[in-house]
C-alpha cells in the first residue's frame, strides 16, 4: 500500500474522525460536530480516500474502528491537540471571532440556570462558538475530561476531585423536599422517624457520595431509610414527588436547588447532619493551554454568584 497522500487531508476531517471514534456513531458524531449526517459521511469518505482504509466498519449497534483507525487515534489526537496550541499561539483568543465547539457536563438544574447566561454572552459578542452540554456521569468526569470528551465539568462533591484542576463555585446546604401537604413535612420540624419511614427517590443511576454520606449518617444514630427510585435529573425526582397528590415520596436536596421548585415542593431541615454541598469546576491539566477551555471556565465562574442565587 502507498503512503497516504496527506494533501487531501484537513483539519475538519481529522475533527470528523476524532468525533467519530469518540462516539461510535455517525449521527451522535454528526450532533458533536454541530453538522448534519451526510456532512460527516462525504467527510468520512475523505478519510477513508486519503488513508486507504474503511476506518470504521458498520454493525447493529453503530460503527467501530478498524486496527488502522485505532493506531491513527493517538496521532490524530495529538496534531488536535497541537492545532488548538499554534492557534492559541498566532493570536490571542477572541470569543467574538471563534468557532470552537465546547463541552460542558453537569446536572439538569445546573444547565438551567448556566446555560442561559453563558448563550446570552455568546450572543453579545456575536460569537459562532458552540456549546453542547450533557448530562454527568460524576463516576467517570474525572476520566472523560482527562480524554478530551468534555472540556469544562461542574461537579459535586464534598472536596476537590483528584487528578484534574478545580475551583470552588460555590457552596451550599442540604434540605429534605417533597410534595405540598406531605405529612412528613407537614409537622416540623422533621423527625428522624417521619426521614426512615418515608421511601426516597435519588439522583443517579448508581451510588453517589451523598448517598452513602447520608446512610452513614443515620447509621450512627441506628437508622436506615428506604430508596425506592433512582432518576437521571433533579426535574425527573419533582416529577416522581409531584405527579401524585399522595406521593409518599421525598429526597434530599441542595437548598438552591429546593427553592427553584418551591412553588412545587415543600423543603424542611433534615434531621441529620450534613457536610455542606459544594460545586466545583472541573477542567483538565491540559486545557491549561488552551485559551477557549479558560475563557469558558472564566465564564463559568464569573456568573457563579447569579447560579448560586438561583
Keep these: 500500500m502507498g503512503q497516504p497522500d496527506i494533501r487531501g487531508l484537513d483539519l475538519p476531517m481529522l475533527r470528523t474522525f476524532d468525533a467519530l471514534l469518540r462516539e461510535g456513531s455517525v449521527s ?19 478519510l477513508r ?9 458498520r454493525t447493529s449497534h453503530g460503527i467501530v474502528p478498524t486496527p488502522r483507525a485505532l493506531a491513527l487515534a493517538p496521532r490524530v489526537e495529538a496534531v488536535l491537540h497541537e492545532m488548538h496550541k499554534l492557534m492559541s499561539l498566532e493570536q490571542a483568543f477572541d470569543p467574538a471571532t471563534s468557532d470552537r ?72 446546604s442540604y434540605v429534605a423536599v417533597a410534595r405540598h401537604g406531605h405529612p412528613a413535612l407537614a409537622a416540623q420540624p422533621l423527625s428522624i422517624d417521619a426521614f426512615c419511614n418515608a421511601p426516597h427517590v435519588v439522583l443517579g443511576q448508581t451510588r453517589s457520595v451523598l448517598d452513602d454520606t447520608v446512610d452513614q449518617a443515620l447509621a450512627r444514630k441506628g437508622r436506615q431509610r428506604l430508596v425506592q427510585a433512582a432518576v437521571a435529573t433533579f426535574s ?31 423543603s424542611a431541615p433534615l434531621p441529620v447532619e450534613l457536610p455542606d454541598y459544594r460545586l466545583y469546576v472541573c477542567w ?4 491549561n493551554a488552551d485559551p477557549a477551555v479558560l475563557w469558558l471556565k472564566d465564564e463559568i465562574l ?5 447560579m448560586g442565587e438561583a
Design 49 to 57: 480516500e486519503v488513508f486507504g482504509d474503511p476506518l470504521f466498519t
Design 28 to 46: 451522535r458524531a454528526a450532533s458533536r460536530l454541530f453538522l448534519s449526517q451526510p456532512a460527516v459521511s462525504a467527510s468520512l469518505k475523505r
Design 284 to 287: 483538565a491539566e491540559r486545557s
Design 236 to 266: 425527573q425526582m419533582v416529577e416522581l414527588m409531584c405527579g401524585d397528590e399522595h406521593s409518599a415520596l421525598i429526597a434530599v436536596f441542595p437548598q438552591r436547588v429546593a427553592r427553584h421548585y418551591a412553588a412545587q415542593l415543600a
Design 101 to 172: 465547539i465546547l463541552r460542558i457536563t453537569g446536572s439538569d438544574h445546573t444547565c438551567r440556570v448556566m446555560l442561559p447566561l453563558l448563550c446570552a454572552e455568546l450572543t453579545r459578542l456575536g460569537s459562532r462558538m458552540r456549546l453542547s452540554w450533557e448530562l454527568a456521569d460524576y463516576g467517570r468526569l474525572t476520566e472523560r475530561l482527562r480524554k478530551g470528551d468534555v472540556d469544562v465539568g461542574l461537579h459535586p462533591r464534598l472536596s476537590p476531585a483528584s487528578g484534574v484542576e478545580s475551583t470552588l463555585l460555590y457552596d451550599d
Design 302 to 306: 464569573r456568573h457563579g454568584q447569579a
